[in-house]
Structures are given as C-alpha cells and as structure tokens.
C-alpha cells in the first residue's frame, strides 16, 4: 500500500533527472506514457520559440523536434487518445492537430483561433474519435467550442451583457461520466469562475474566487471539487454542489505571490502548483496540507504536469520554467 505520510514521502531535494536543450522558456508540458510496453514513455513540451520537444524519457533525449507555429510561443499541447495525434496551440493564434505516427512529423489540420491572449483550450473526448475543444474567440469575453477533428462548431459562450467578466483566462471541460452533459468550467480576468451548461450555452453558475485574474484552475469531478490561483497569494479551493452551484469551500494563503499552474495528479491524492517564486508547490489534496517544496528553478515555473505511468512508482511530476529548463521529479514513496 502507497501512502503519502510524513516525513518518509517528501520528495528528494533533487530532480530526478533534468531535460535541457530547448534553447527557450518552456511554456507547457504533457506526458504519453500510458502504452503497453515497447511503448516509450514519451513527453511533449511547448516552447517560447516555437518548437514542440518530444522528449524520449528512457534516453532524456529529444527523439523530434516538430516546428508548425511560425516560431511563436507554444502554450498548449495535449495528446488525442495516444501519442501519435498530438494538438498544440501557439501565440501565431493557431490550433495544429499533428500526424506523428511511424516517425511522421505533420500538421494535418489546424483551426484559427484569432485568439490573442494565452488562454489555453481544453480538450474532451466525448465518443470514440471524436472530441470536444473549447476555446478562447475573437471576441474577447467569448469562449468557443468545436467538435474534433470535423472543427464543427457547437456553440459560442458568450456572458450577459454588462457581465463584464474580461478574457477567458483558464479553461476545464469535463463531463461527469461518459453520456452526461458537457460542462466547461472558465477562469476569467476579472477573477471569476464560471460553470456553462456546453450543450445549452447558458451559465449554470458564477464565483468570484480572486480579486485577480484567474491564472490556472483543475477540477476534480469525483470529489466535485476544484483549486484555482491567481497572481496574489491565495489558493482558491471551491466545490460544485447537486443544483451545480459554484461555492468557496476554503482559502490557502501561499508564501508568495504569483500561481501560474494547477493540476490534481490523476489519481486525487496530491496537487502540484508551479509558481512566479521559481518554486513548484505539493499539497495534499484532500486538505490542501503542504507537503513538499521543490526549490530547483532560476526562474518563474510556467507548467506543472503528471506522469499517466500505469505503475504508480514510476508516476512522475514534470516542471517547465522560464530558464529553459524541465525538471522530472519522482514523488511515490514506497512505504
């Protein structure tokens, strides 16, 4: 039995292994590491120049570097059921689904997003093949959702008049099993957080969590709870009740300002959070309990992101930083 208990759990002061060669702030990271054997535990990241790193985890080389948003910061990249369909988004306000099967590097399609923010989209898969993408629009309050790969668009959230919420800043889509309703939920600039009914488009329910604008927020839709962080000091913890109404469950007051990711580890034990403070953050999830502080980085920590290894010991955190480094840290204690 794995448990996470004091002090034998805390993680190591030094990364397990460090990837260096992006020549660029690593803006965001995401792990294929699901496969059966022969299958190489693979993760992607998105880079300030423009490049996609596929980093091979069994090396810590990069096995390709794919280069399809005009050397512009690339800000999401998500993998489409297996690391062969690949999306990214990039600050040349493009969306690129890749084709990276049997050592192919291309784009295949891509969707203009006339988005000029960094609002990263959020993706669904929804049926066999088929997902659900939701996005920041032209207009700058409004967030649009397409189906994938048809780009079909399904709706466009647009708030009430005079709601003056601002940009989308973060988003989450989420169902709460295969078959319900889609849900989006959206951090916006004037620090709310907002639950839309996908399928109807109307707000099903709003929070002010932050005095800032929500810069990072994760869902857990079992525990039908979620954390946000903002540029202040605080971690907004709020949980969704049965008439899907949005309410504060509690505060954490961090050491210092300035949250630029958040994201609950698959298995809703433990949340990482990546910091302006060059720090990266482990909580309990269950009570927000501190437990670790990786102290490695030179410089703000952008991304945060877990390891789906099927074996829980070789689950891993990854960390990207503005020093153009990615820390890979290991934090299963064996017990």
């Given amino acids: 039995m794995e448990k996470f208990s004091a002090p034998m759990a805390l993680p190591p002061p030094d990364p397990q292994f460090v990837l260096r060669g992006t020549s660029a702030a690593v803006h965001t ?64 306000q493009r969306i690129c689904l890749w084709d990276l099967a ?24 929804v049926a066999q093949g088929r997902w659900l993408m939701a996005m920041a629009a032209r207009s700058l309050e409004e967030v ?33 099993n295969c078959g319900s309703q889609p849900v989006l939920l959206a951090g916006y600039e004037d620090g709310s957080v907002v639950l839309w009914n996908v399928s109807m488009g109307k707000v099903l329910s709003k ?41 504060v469950y509690k505060t954490h007051e961090l050491v210092n300002a300035g949250v630029s990711d958040i994201t609950i580890r698959p298995d809703k034990k433990i949340l990482a959070t990546g910091g ?5 953050r482990i909580f309990g999830w269950k009570k927000l309990k501190p437990l670790a502080v990786l102290d490695y980085h030179t410089a703000t920590v952008h991304c945060v992101s877990f390891s789906d290894h099927s074996i829980p010991r070789e689950r891993l955190l990854a960390a990207g930083s503005k020093d153009q480094r990615i820390s890979v840290w290991s934090i299963y204690a064996e017990t």
């Fill in 207 to 247: 929070l002010i969590c932050h005095q800032e604008p929500v810069m990072s927020l994760d869902f857990d839709s079992e525990k039908a709870k979620g954390i946000s962080g903002s540029s202040e000091k605080v971690l907004s913890i709020w949980s969704l009740n049965e008439q899907q109404n949005l309410q």
């Fill in 102 to 125: 049997e050592g192919r590097t291309s784009v295949t399609d891509s969707v203009f997003t006339e988005h000029v923010g960094f609002c990263r989209c959020s993706l669904l898969k």
């Fill in 144 to 176: 649009q959702i397409l189906e994938l790969p048809s780009k079909t668009s399904v709706c466009t959230l647009k708030p009430e008049v005079g709601a003056k919420l601002g940009m989308p800043m973060c988003l989450k889509l989420w169902q709460l």
């Fill in 29 to 92: 990271l995401h792990f294929s590491c699901g496969g059966p054997e022969p299958d190489i535990p693979l993760l992607f990241s998105g880079s300030e120049n423009g490049f996609i790193h596929v980093w091979n985890l069994k090396t810590h080389r990069v096995d390709s570097a794919l280069d399809g948003h005009g050397r512009k910061s690339v800000y999401c990249v998500e993998t489409m059921g297996g690391k062969d369909r690949l999306l990214s988004q990039g600050r040349d």
């Fill in 276 to 280: 302006w403070d060059h720090r990266i």
